[in-house]
């Protein structure tokens, strides 16, 4: 059994428990939170909410309020500072996990060997065996697994010595070992000592483009391996000529450690320079990765309706080659597996973590619902109860219930509550946003590098601002003209603020163009303060002075 064989019979036993657990997911939920309440009855939270008195759900939801992260940054600071122990969780702390939230303090929460696990199976081996079984079904060969991992799995240690991820990148972190037998990116470039002297797009590109082999692209977000084939569009010739003299640019950034080791690995391959250099001039207005990889089978990288816009700019360059949804997961917890290849949706997990769901309509205080009582198309507030410390804690996260898989609902992410755009109670959400650019590009035949909004309170009445940064050069002139486009799709896809545009409570949206490299600068910038750049998420909105002062001082005047 080789490595690709090995991964999908890890899956295959993770689906294994999938299809059992969602014929019964209230069953499984109670006896799930029973086990956390009684295993952590005796920590300084349990004791402070009577973890010992509670005997059922009702109990709990009675006993136990909603939280947020300020109800545990004491806690954690106590743990990761003084070495405190049973604070949240009985359950040992092996590591810890950084949230998504790109500006401000990074949010550090703490992660357990059982959570640490289930996000291990479902998080690498169920991708896997979902491919498998996706090409198994078609009747074609899944072939033995070699592709590049276009991410950075660089942790740091906490002042208690244990190690702080991101949460999409921990499961591989624990597979470095092995991870050379599955990937062309070698380690020093998935762990870089120091990222910010390595131009990490060249050496991903690199050693994936001199790979015949490559059977998958693989990233932590789609996002990311868009900005791989920009780079590739834009630098094509720089590599075909490395690759055929087997040098490496002068002028690419790399440190003399780096550059000196890779030196004694990268050999003359003339032959493999004019394959890809024949491929390159014919140009990228087809589907550049099949060209290139002829055994390119599927992609991978966390997907939903708020990357859409995203995907559709990867088809450009993969084509219709399937992209697996690598789940919905957070450093909360893994909440949601796809059970199928080339779906933006996944089966919620019944054992993974308690999970309750408040309905969007609901009035202040209702009691949230537990999974056996969603209803597909519905849209809810995400309230997670994990077994690494964390109570009815309030993510902010929208899913959308999207269908069943057995008994248990299929979701998808739809936007986060903190990020949606609500200047006179429209509540307008990122998904709707993203839809009314793609309604932009398709009218203007344009292409853009990024997108952002701005709820403007300086008018009377207040008005959405759209910033872009388009592909290629635009007339600034036709701004009116953009902008009436995506006040028609605001109407068309938002009801109420159609209702309000005609009330006169919105005013005419505005559209603003950005400098090239304006969402490039962005991320350097949050990267030379430390963030991880897997968890940069798009900046569909300008909710804070920071942002505000970063874009708009690169409109184009």
Same mark, same amino acid.
């Given at each position: 059994?080789?490595?690709?064989?090995? #991964?999908?019979?890890?899956?295959?036993?993770?689906?294994?428990?999938?299809?059992?657990?969602?014929?019964?997911?209230?069953?499984?939920? %109670?006896?799930?939170?029973?086990?956390?309440?009684?295993?952590?009855?005796?920590?300084?939270?349990?004791?402070?909410?009577?973890? &010992?008195?509670?005997?059922?759900?009702?109990?709990?939801?009675?006993?136990?309020?909603?939280?947020?992260? &300020?109800?545990?940054?004491?806690?954690?600071?106590?743990?990761?500072?003084?070495?405190?122990?049973?604070?949240?969780?009985?359950?040992?702390? *092996?590591?810890?996990? &950084?949230?998504?939230?790109?500006?401000?303090?990074?949010?550090?929460?703490?992660?357990?060997?059982?959570?640490?696990?289930?996000?291990?199976?479902?998080?690498?081996?169920?991708?896997?065996?979902?491919?498998?079984?996706?090409?198994?079904?078609?009747?074609?060969?899944?072939?033995?697994?070699?592709?590049?991992?276009?991410?950075?799995?660089?942790?740091?240690?906490?002042?208690?010595?244990? /190690?702080?991820?991101?949460?999409?990148?921990?499961?591989?972190?624990?597979?470095?070992?092995?991870?050379?037998?599955?990937?062309?990116?070698?380690?020093?470039?998935?762990?870089?000592?120091?990222?910010?002297?390595?131009?990490?797009?060249?050496?991903?590109?690199?050693? +994936?483009?001199?790979?015949?082999?490559?059977?998958?692209? #693989?990233?932590?977000?789609?996002?990311?391996?868009?900005?791989?084939?920009?780079?590739?569009?834009?630098?094509?010739?720089?590599?075909?000529?490395?690759? %055929?003299?087997?040098? /490496?640019?002068?002028?690419?950034?790399?440190?003399?450690?780096?550059?000196?080791?890779?030196?004694?690995?990268?050999?003359?391959?003339?032959?493999?320079?004019?394959? !890809?250099?024949?491929?390159?001039?014919?140009?990228?207005?087809?589907?550049?990765?099949?060209?290139?990889?002829?055994? !390119?089978?599927?992609?991978?990288?966390?997907?939903?309706?708020?990357?859409?816009?995203?995907?559709?700019?990867?088809?450009?360059?993969?084509?219709?080659?399937?992209?697996?949804?690598?789940?919905? +997961?957070?450093?909360?917890?893994?909440?949601? *597996?796809?059970? %199928?290849?080339?779906?933006?949706?996944? +089966?919620?997990?019944?054992?993974?973590?308690?999970?309750?769901?408040?309905?969007?309509?609901?009035?202040?205080?209702?009691?949230?619902?537990?999974?056996?009582?969603?209803?597909?198309?519905?849209?809810?507030? !995400?309230?997670?109860?994990?077994?690494?410390?964390?109570?009815?804690?309030?993510?902010?996260?929208?899913?959308?219930?999207?269908? /069943?898989?057995?008994?248990?609902?299929?979701? %998808?992410?739809?936007?986060?509550?903190?990020?949606?755009?609500?200047?006179?109670?429209?509540?307008?959400?990122?998904?709707?946003?993203?839809?009314?650019?793609?309604?932009?590009?398709?009218?203007?035949?344009?292409?853009?590098?990024?997108?952002?909004?701005?709820?403007?309170?300086?008018?009377?009445?207040?008005?959405?601002?759209?910033?872009?940064?388009?592909?290629?050069?635009?007339?600034?002139?036709?701004?009116?003209?953009? +902008?009436?486009?995506?006040?028609?799709?605001?109407?068309?896809?938002?009801?109420?603020?159609?209702?309000?545009?005609?009330?006169?409570?919105? #005013?005419?949206?505005?559209?603003?163009?950005?400098?090239?490299?304006?969402?490039?600068?962005?991320?350097?910038?949050?990267?030379?303060?430390?963030?991880? !750049?897997?968890?940069?998420?798009?900046?569909?909105?300008?909710?804070?002075?920071?942002?505000?002062?970063?874009?708009? &001082?690169?409109?184009?005047?």
């Amino acid at each position: 059994m080789g490595l690709s064989g090995l #991964g999908v019979f890890l899956g295959k036993v993770a689906f294994g428990q999938m299809k059992h657990y969602t014929k019964i997911p209230a069953k499984t939920q %109670e006896k799930l939170l029973k086990k956390i309440i009684r295993k952590n009855r005796n920590t300084e939270y349990g004791k402070k909410y009577g973890f &010992s008195k509670i005997k059922s759900l009702e109990d709990f939801q009675k006993n136990v309020p909603l939280s947020t992260y &300020s109800d545990y940054e004491d806690y954690v600071d106590r743990e990761v500072k003084n070495g405190e122990k049973k604070l949240l969780t009985a359950n040992y702390v *092996v590591r810890y996990c &950084s949230s998504s939230g790109s500006v401000g303090k990074p949010k550090i929460l703490p992660k357990t060997a059982p959570d640490l696990w289930v996000m291990q199976c479902l998080g690498f081996s169920s991708s896997v065996a979902c491919a498998y079984n996706y090409f198994k079904a078609r009747g074609e060969k899944f072939n033995e697994q070699r592709g590049p991992l276009v991410m950075v799995l660089t942790g740091h240690p906490l002042e208690n010595g244990k /190690m702080c991820n991101g949460a999409g990148q921990v499961p591989l972190s624990y597979l470095k070992a092995i991870t050379p037998m599955f990937s062309t990116t070698p380690l020093d470039v998935l762990y870089p000592e120091h990222e910010e002297l390595l131009d990490i797009s060249y050496l991903q590109l690199r050693f +994936a483009l001199e790979d015949t082999r490559v059977s998958y692209i #693989g990233s932590l977000v789609v996002t990311l391996l868009t900005t791989m084939f920009d780079y590739l569009e834009e630098n094509w010739e720089l590599l075909c000529n490395d690759i %055929e003299k087997g040098t /490496m640019d002068p002028g690419v950034k790399m440190t003399d450690e780096i550059r000196k080791k890779f030196s004694k690995k990268f050999k003359p391959n003339p032959k493999r320079a004019a394959e !890809l250099r024949r491929e390159f001039e014919k140009g990228f207005d087809t589907p550049i990765a099949p060209r290139i990889w002829p055994r !390119l089978q599927w992609a991978y990288g966390m997907v939903g309706s708020n990357l859409e816009i995203y995907v559709e700019k990867l088809r450009r360059s993969i084509g219709d080659i399937p992209i697996h949804n690598m789940g919905y +997961a957070a450093a909360e917890g893994f909440f949601a *597996v796809p059970v %199928e290849l080339n779906v933006s949706d996944s +089966a919620l997990v019944p054992y993974s973590v308690f999970l309750e769901f408040l309905p969007l309509d609901a009035p202040e205080g209702a009691t949230p619902l537990t999974m056996d009582k969603l209803e597909v198309g519905k849209e809810y507030e !995400l309230i997670v109860t994990n077994r690494s410390g964390l109570y009815r804690y309030r993510i902010e996260d929208v899913v959308k219930v999207t269908g /069943m898989y057995n008994n248990t609902p299929r979701v %998808e992410f739809v936007y986060r509550l903190n990020l949606g755009m609500n200047i006179a109670n429209e509540k307008t959400s990122t998904q709707m946003l993203d839809w009314c650019v793609k309604q932009i590009c398709e009218k203007k035949g344009v292409t853009t590098e990024g997108h952002s909004f701005y709820s403007d309170y300086s008018t009377n009445p207040p008005h959405y601002v759209m910033l872009v940064e388009p592909t290629s050069p635009v007339d600034v002139s036709e701004s009116k003209a953009y +902008a009436d486009i995506l006040d028609e799709s605001m109407k068309a896809c938002n009801e109420k603020y159609f209702k309000y545009r005609r009330w006169g409570m919105i #005013g005419d949206p505005e559209v603003l163009f950005l400098q090239p490299g304006s969402y490039n600068a962005y991320r350097e910038m949050l990267f030379n303060r430390g963030v991880i !750049l897997n968890q940069v998420k798009p900046v569909t909105v300008i909710n804070t002075d920071e942002r505000k002062e970063f874009f708009f &001082s690169r409109v184009i005047k």
